[in-house]
């Protein structure tokens, strides 16, 4: 799987060089997409950064949200971060397995070009059944990088959503 994800990131890197974010590109306009279990968030703006990504995801805070917690979330994250081409919901659901080797990987709806981080963290996002409990013990078989910072921020990001 790590391999796959390299070969992925590789492959798109001369896009990534562009250093926008998002989805879909249409002129200097991107779509930036942030889906949950029971949600899908989404902008539509031009030329967006790592920075504006971030603002973006907490655009979508409760009005209730103290501006402190935000500003305590919103600091974990850097403005430089590399833009990598990134799948966006890997799950067991999303990955196709034959002969003990992956044959496929679906489900690329959410696929696109985001901060480095976003693909760790969306990892931990995966829903999974009680045969998959060992899924999220995984991540260091599959990416090279963790973001235990960035992991723990989205995780206050998701929690001040708007349900």
Same mark, same amino acid.
């Given at each position: ?5 390299? $070969? ?5 890197? +001369?896009?990534? &060089? !562009?250093? +926008? ?13 942030? $889906? ?7 902008? @539509? !703006?031009? &030329? ?6 971030? =603002? ?11 501006? %402190? ?8 994250? !850097?403005?430089? *971060?590399?833009? !990598? ?15 003990? &080797? %992956? ?10 070009? *985001? ?22 013990? *995984? =991540?260091?078989? %599959?990416? @090279? ?11 206050? %990001?998701?929690?001040? $959503?708007?349900?």
């Amino acid at each position: 799987m790590r391999l796959n994800m390299a $070969q992925t990131r590789s492959t798109a890197a +001369l896009q990534a &060089k !562009r250093n +926008l974010v998002g989805s879909a590109f249409a002129g200097p306009f991107s779509l930036m997409v942030d $889906q949950h279990a029971l949600n899908t968030y989404w902008a @539509v !703006r031009p &030329k967006p950064t790592c920075a504006q990504f971030v =603002a973006f995801l907490t655009s979508l805070f409760v009005a209730s949200v103290p501006a %402190i917690v935000a500003s305590a979330v919103t600091s974990h994250f !850097r403005s430089d *971060y590399a833009v !990598r081409f990134t799948h966006g919901q890997l799950s067991p659901k999303n990955i196709v397995v034959k002969n003990s &080797k %992956i044959v496929c990987i679906l489900g690329w709806d959410n696929g696109g070009w *985001y901060p480095e981080w976003w693909e760790y963290i969306k990892f931990f996002e995966a829903r999974t059944g009680p045969e998959n409990q060992d899924w999220y013990d *995984y =991540a260091t078989h %599959i990416f @090279v990088d963790t973001f235990q910072d960035e992991l723990a921020a989205y995780q206050g %990001i998701a929690r001040c $959503q708007r349900p």
